[in-house]
């Protein structure tokens, strides 16, 4: 058995007997890895432990926090010591604790949840205050190792309900924890060169990903949004708008799925994908799924790409795009609102991070930050054959309607 190596930056975490862990900060500072490390070790050597680990999704749950437990369990040759049921997302150590992963939307599998005494809520930021009530719920009854919910999240926006809750208004049961790339020992210099190199290319990342600071909203590039729960009502929706980004490696190929609703001047963003690493014919099929015969507009700098989808059968064609197109598309957007649906968590995420670019001055400029956009350019390609082709100059304001 490997020895685990703990970040000292979380002692103060491992000793807290509070219901509320926040450990919130930047990125790459350690804080899913610790909290990985910390529940193996916790049911390795308490058979009372009965863990609940939860994302907004169940398929963003899969490839974060069950495939680093998974992959954990292997690095630390403690296969032997538990048995995993992939299908599930669960696992049991031999001594008897248990966990179980989760995603938020997996309404039946969380009703058979019972005698639960720690709960884990990955990137808490994508939930609402009425999911946190609800999984607040599930830790009731009698516990000899009392009850504990840990939330872990960057901190992207000054508006969320976790910042009036936990650190405007405060909570006296809870524990409150920052840290940044800073407090990770085992960190590498690429990443944190990375990180460093955002403190001129973009201060409002920089801010919250490398600092672990609340976001400005000052000069976010759409504030007209709200997120809903569209699934009594996107059934009906009776027309569709598809817009594809390519990408691969370190930028996510994002399809974005809309309904327009020119009457009521709403835009409703009812479906998403973002995949990493995906090949033209895996894509293709997914898109088949998604979209049916219906059209899908892509960015046309992929030529290749766009005839690949062809060819499997995808009814793709290319974004005109031209000079002025993205500021020209952005007010156009700006004069909608957009009504996302609260399982599209990257849109979520990207509108709440997608700003201006700032002068020396720190004054925001009529030219967005060509980062956090892969769904934002998709969702501009999507409508771009509903949008008034006049494409005069695009007056700098911030905000929408």
């Known amino acids: ?3 685990i190596r703990l970040a000292p930056s979380y002692k103060s975490a491992l000793k807290t007997k509070q219901r509320y862990r926040i450990i919130y900060g930047g990125a790459g500072s350690g804080k899913s890895h610790f909290l990985a490390q910390e529940t193996l070790i916790n049911m390795l050597q308490d058979n009372r432990y009965s863990y609940l680990v939860v994302r907004k999704t169940g398929k963003s749950i899969r490839i974060s926090v069950f495939r680093l ?9 403690l296969t032997h010591l538990f048995r995993i049921n992939r299908t599930e997302m669960s696992m049991t150590c031999v001594n008897g604790s248990s966990l ?6 997996d309404v039946e599998k969380l009703k058979s949840v019972a005698n639960i005494n720690r709960i884990w809520v990955e990137e808490a930021s994508e939930i609402t205050e009425s999911d946190f009530s609800q999984l607040d719920l599930r830790m009731r009854g009698t516990s000899a190792l009392g009850y504990q919910m840990t939330l872990t999240f960057n901190p992207i926006s000054e508006l969320h309900w976790l910042k009036k809750r936990f650190f405007d208004i405060g909570d006296k049961q809870a524990f409150v924890l920052k840290t940044t790339y800073k407090d990770n020992p085992f960190l590498d210099d690429k990443y944190i060169q990375t990180l460093q190199t955002m403190k001129t290319t973009d201060p409002q990342y920089f801010k919250i990903y ?3 600071e609340w976001g400005s909203v000052g000069n976010l590039v759409y504030t007209n949004w709200k997120k809903e729960d569209l699934s009594d009502i996107k059934n009906t929706f009776d027309n569709h708008f598809n817009g594809l980004d390519f990408g691969f490696a370190e930028d996510p190929t994002a399809f974005i799925r809309v309904h327009l609703d020119n009457k009521h001047k709403r835009i409703y963003i009812v479906d998403e994908m973002y995949l990493v690493q995906e090949h033209i014919d895996a894509l293709a099929r997914k898109l088949a799924m998604k979209i ?3 059209m899908i507009t892509c960015d046309s700098s992929e030529p290749r790409s766009i005839a690949d989808l062809k060819r499997h059968g995808i009814r793709a064609l290319a974004a005109k795009k031209g000079p002025g ?9 700006q004069g909608y609102q957009l009504v996302v649906d609260e399982h599209c ?3 979520i995420k990207e509108l709440t991070s997608y700003s201006w670019r700032e002068d020396k001055d720190g004054n925001a400029i009529p030219k967005p930050v060509d980062a956090n956009n892969h769904l934002l350019d998709a969702l501009r390609y999507a409508l771009e ?14 905000g929408g309607i």
């Open 210 to 212: 490398a600092l672990g």
């Open 292 to 294: 049916n015969n219906e």
């Open 325 to 333: 197109s993205i500021e020209h598309g952005i007010k156009w957007i």
């Open 385 to 398: 054959n509903e949008m008034i082709q006049n494409k005069t100059q695009v007056k700098f304001f911030k």
């Open 345 to 347: 968590i990257n849109t």
């Open 69 to 77: 437990l998974v992959e954990m369990i292997a690095e630390y040759n």
């Open 100 to 105: 179980i992963t989760s995603g938020l939307d």
């Open 1 to 3: 058995m490997t020895k």
